[in-house]
């Protein structure tokens, strides 16, 4: 007989999907098929598909397919994130233009996603590059702006020395450049951000609202990063000034042991009040502070630095004169920028207070040491001491106390604190999307008008685009010079353009009407459609993308263009494919390429291989799969569908085949079901290969090839391993000449998924005999794969052994499941 092969068939079926489409969502209202919309996180076009697409991309195609075979109107598009600065890279170096490189790459990609057989619609393919998406960026920009939810404002901002460009807060990753590693430095600069700190309250809210059906510490890194924090503003005045200094502070009930107030040097408020005598120090001071990254800013085992300002606050709740310093461990962006230090319960303040000799004072009494003499701060709870009116009371009771008092004389109040900051979302690079505002210098800012949409890009390319410091659309005059709107004075285009993760806030949803020029998408095909009820994509994305696309979706919902409020009703990230126990890389050497697997074990077997490997949310370690078993295992699938197709035409009245192997395929399929459902792909797949086994002891030393059973086996085998092997289940199920689905397109994907039928799923049952004392005592009706401790449990409640007991120690429980249990009592 002939082996089985991949290559033989591999391009006959892409033919035929690329003829047949069976993937085509129906976008009729009247379709009476529920809708189910699986979204794929779209893939950055960098080059071809590596092993991480792979394996996500199995995982989505698992789910889409599956919910197709239950009869579902599924959803499953793709498209590219296709804006971005390695394109802009390669331009430079190449002296291209980006956007040759990034549709060469989307086509390359194309290509292996029709080999690696996912279940695209491909009719709503998108790409962000493209003017006709980008144009709704800068359309959905100016509703932002409207709202005040875009604005420009001067401010510290993250800048990559090495891309020169600024970062959101999101791309610096401990202190660094996520793209390039280089350290990130601070510089003043004017740039355009989203209000996203406006949605904080709500994005922590509805993040309860995914909880279980969001992976928990996807939601953790969200909250932490929104970093709601509760506590009091107080006011200090200020000897010699008009203008009190408000602090932010978690620890109000702290205040009584304030001895001094720290601002952040590199604010504002530290140069106005600084005294003359205390000037030139402290602009020697702030000079070192301007050259620290954050890193260095941040880490707490750094020697504290500052200086004295030369003038005093008072504490209003005690009237005590205290010191007023500048340092670098205040952040001159965080709360108010300025701090009370209470070095006895605040660790950074007593390293401060120890460095430069000032006092420290206990307010809150705990069973530790004295901080003064140990050097460790007490930030926990305790009894409330020398602080006047809270004496006596603990922590919780003292804030709650103290925020009365100071709120009565207008001194303070309660106020939340975030750590989330807006978003700032211009760059200063070529290849994104033009911010459509339009700088005149007698009207301001002026939006373009939409009519004028989409901005395009100018073309430029190769060493025109390096990076100088300011965006190389500033270099593009015909492009920047343009008469104002408003006016029709001389004006200037700004050039900055948008964060690559504006395109992806929404995609989702342009994906439900892709060729849509009335707006970004249809409200009705978007509302029929999202949010979406399967999104899978890596946890990278945990904060950034996730984030920005929760508030899109709040905004989008506020504007009137959908109805709902959170666009992802469940999230799966998938592990990372890694090498010898490590992420691959160049440096390493352990990469490996996706197509040359393919190429050795065909497609199916990688996409088995990836699936079998672990759950989808761990790692796959490639130096310990074994892609072959796939492929030996896929042979034997094939040569069930081969041998019933050979034992003659189909008889497929399955209730008269043997009725033990049908209890097994009805079990299987019964489990493949749930753990599918589950998303417990890699237990699905071991229970296909149990039925596998099966079906061939059937056919070999059974009922043999033409029993009906085993043509039932074989068919569900096909059906089902269609969600990870698509090209040998379609073969097979060729071969097998399987019925053809209600859709009328002949595929296994299209067909329907078999149904376990309860009447043969009934559990047979044995007979348990309990002794006590060598007597039979009981009989017990239990399942054959009944575990001892449950035994256990059910043979000592048992009443015949009960009674046999009566009062008497039990000594020993022998339990042999399932047939018998033995006590020994006295
Ligand atoms: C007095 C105090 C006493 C504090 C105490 C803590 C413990 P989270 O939870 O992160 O919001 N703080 C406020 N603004 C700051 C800034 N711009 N830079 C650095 N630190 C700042 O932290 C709030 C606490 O961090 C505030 O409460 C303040 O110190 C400090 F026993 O005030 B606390
Ligand atoms: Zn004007």
């Keep these: 007989a002939k082996a089985y092969d991949p290559r033989d068939f591999q391009d006959k079926w892409q033919a035929r999907w690329a003829e047949t489409e069976p993937f085509r969502a129906s976008d009729d209202p009247d379709d009476p098929r529920e809708r189910f919309y699986l979204v794929d996180m779209f893939p950055y076009p960098s080059g071809d598909l590596h092993m991480g697409h792979a394996e996500a991309y199995a995982i989505g195609d698992a789910m889409a397919r599956y919910w197709f075979l239950r009869g579902k109107n599924v959803l499953h598009p793709i498209g590219w994130d296709a804006f971005g600065l390695p394109a802009e890279n390669a331009a430079i170096r190449n002296g291209t233009h980006p956007s040759d490189w990034t549709y060469k790459n989307i086509e390359t990609q194309a290509a292996s996603f029709r080999r690696y057989a996912t279940s695209f619609d491909w009719s709503r393919r998108l790409a962000t590059c493209d003017p006709e998406y980008y144009r709704w960026n800068q359309w959905l920009f100016l509703r932002f702006y409207e709202r005040g939810l875009a604005y420009r404002k001067g401010g510290y901002v993250n800048w990559c020395p090495k891309d020169q460009t600024v970062l959101a807060n999101e791309q610096v990753v401990n202190g660094r450049c996520e793209r390039c590693g280089t350290e990130v430095v601070r510089r003043v600069l004017t740039q355009w951000y989203f209000k996203i700190t406006e949605y904080a309250d709500r994005l922590l809210a509805d993040a309860a609202e995914l909880e279980g059906n969001w992976p928990d510490r996807v939601l953790t890194m969200q909250r932490n990063w929104i970093g709601r924090s509760t506590g009091a503003e107080v006011d200090f005045a200020v000897e010699g000034r008009d203008e009190p200094v408000t602090v932010y502070t978690t620890r109000p009930d702290t205040l009584f042991g304030a001895t001094f107030m720290v601002v952040a040097a590199d604010s504002a408020l530290a140069s106005e009040l600084c005294a003359e005598g205390q000037r030139a120090e402290f602009e020697a001071y702030l000079a070192q502070v301007r050259k620290l990254t954050d890193i260095e800013r941040q880490s707490t085992d750094r020697e504290k630095t500052g200086v004295f300002l030369g003038v005093h606050a008072i504490n209003p709740v005690n009237g005590e004169l205290i010191p007023m310093w500048a340092a670098d461990y205040v952040l001159p962006d965080y709360g108010t920028g300025a701090i009370m230090a209470v070095p006895a319960h605040d660790q950074r303040d007593l390293d401060f207070a120890r460095k430069f000799g000032l006092p420290v004072r206990v307010v809150v009494a705990t069973d530790q040491a004295d901080p003064a003499v140990s050097g460790t701060a007490t930030p926990g709870d305790g009894t409330l001491v020398n602080s006047g009116p809270l004496d006596g009371l603990g922590k919780k009771a003292a804030i709650a106390r103290i925020i009365e008092v100071l709120d009565d004389k207008g001194l303070g109040k309660a106020a939340?604190?975030?750590?989330?900051?807006?978003?700032?979302?211009?760059?200063?690079?070529?290849?994104?999307?033009?911010?459509?505002?339009?700088?005149?210098?007698?009207?301001?800012?002026?939006?373009?008008?939409?009519?004028?949409?989409?901005?395009?890009?100018?073309?430029?390319?190769?060493?025109?685009?390096?990076?100088?410091?300011?965006?190389?659309?500033?270099?593009?005059?015909?492009?920047?010079?343009?008469?104002?709107?408003?006016?029709?004075?001389?004006?200037?285009?700004?050039?900055?353009?948008?964060?690559?993760?504006?395109?992806?806030?929404?995609?989702?949803?342009?994906?439900?009407?892709?060729?849509?020029?009335?707006?970004?998408?249809?409200?009705?095909?978007?509302?029929?459609?999202?949010?979406?009820?399967?999104?899978?994509?890596?946890?990278?994305?945990?904060?950034?993308?996730?984030?920005?696309?929760?508030?899109?979706?709040?905004?989008?919902?506020?504007?009137?263009?959908i109805d709902f409020g959170e666009p992802f009703v469940r999230l799966i990230n998938q592990g990372q494919v890694i090498n010898q126990g490590k992420a691959m890389s160049k440096s390493l050497g352990n990469g490996v390429n996706l197509g040359e697997q393919i190429d050795r074990f065909g497609v199916d077997a990688i996409r088995l291989t990836m699936i079998f490997a672990s759950p989808p949310q761990d790692d796959i370690d490639w130096a310990d799969?074994?892609?072959?078993?796939?492929?030996?295992?896929?042979?034997?699938?094939?040569?069930?569908?081969?041998?019933?197709?050979?034992?003659?035409?189909?008889?497929?009245?399955?209730?008269?085949?043997?009725?033990?192997?049908?209890?097994?395929?009805?079990?299987?399929?019964?489990?493949?079901?749930?753990?599918?459902?589950?998303?417990?792909?890699?237990?699905?797949?071991?229970?296909?290969?149990?039925?596998?086994s099966a079906t061939r002891k059937a056919i070999d030393s059974g009922p043999g090839a033409a029993d009906p059973a085993v043509r039932e086996a074989a068919e569900a085998l096909a059906v089902s391993l269609s969600l990870f092997a698509p090209y040998t289940a379609e073969e097979c199920w060729e071969a097998l000449g399987g019925p053809v689905g209600p859709s009328g397109i002949p595929s296994v994907a299209r067909a329907a998924w078999p149904a376990a039928d309860p009447a043969l799923l009934v559990q047979e049952t044995v007979t348990c005999v309990v002794q006590v004392n060598g007597k039979v005592r009981d009989r017990l009706e239990v399942s054959p794969d009944i575990t001892e401790a449950e035994l256990h449990d059910l043979a000592m409640a048992a009443t015949g052994v009960t009674r046999a007991l009566a009062g008497q120690e039990v000594k020993r429980v022998v339990v042999r499941p399932p047939k018998l249990v033995n006590i020994v009592a006295a």
């Excluded at 034992?647 to 209890?663: C, E, K, M, V």
Aim: glycine share 8%; charged share 25%.
């Design 416 to 561: 939340v604190n975030y750590r989330l900051r807006d978003w700032l979302l211009s760059r200063q690079r070529f290849w994104g999307t033009p911010i459509p505002i339009i700088h005149c210098p007698s009207c301001g800012e002026v939006p373009v008008p939409e009519d004028q949409l989409p901005v395009e890009l100018p073309y430029l390319r190769g060493a025109d685009l390096a990076p100088k410091g300011v965006s190389p659309l500033a270099a593009a005059s015909d492009w920047v010079n343009v008469e104002c709107p408003k006016c029709g004075g001389a004006a200037r285009r700004d050039t900055d353009t948008m964060d690559t993760f504006v395109d992806s806030s929404w995609y989702q949803f342009r994906y439900c009407s892709p060729r849509y020029d009335g707006g970004p998408f249809r409200s009705e095909d978007v509302n029929q459609w999202a949010p979406v009820d399967l999104y899978v994509g890596g946890v990278e994305h945990a904060i950034l993308h996730l984030l920005y696309a929760r508030f899109f979706t709040k905004v989008l919902q506020d504007l009137g263009l």
């Design 625 to 692: 799969v074994n892609p072959d078993a796939m492929v030996k295992f896929l042979g034997r699938v094939w040569r069930i569908a081969a041998d019933v197709a050979a034992a003659g035409p189909g008889n497929r009245d399955f209730a008269a085949g043997d009725a033990g192997l049908r209890r097994v395929t009805h079990k299987m399929v019964d489990e493949v079901t749930r753990q599918v459902e589950n998303y417990h792909l890699n237990v699905a797949v071991a229970r296909l290969m149990e039925l596998v």
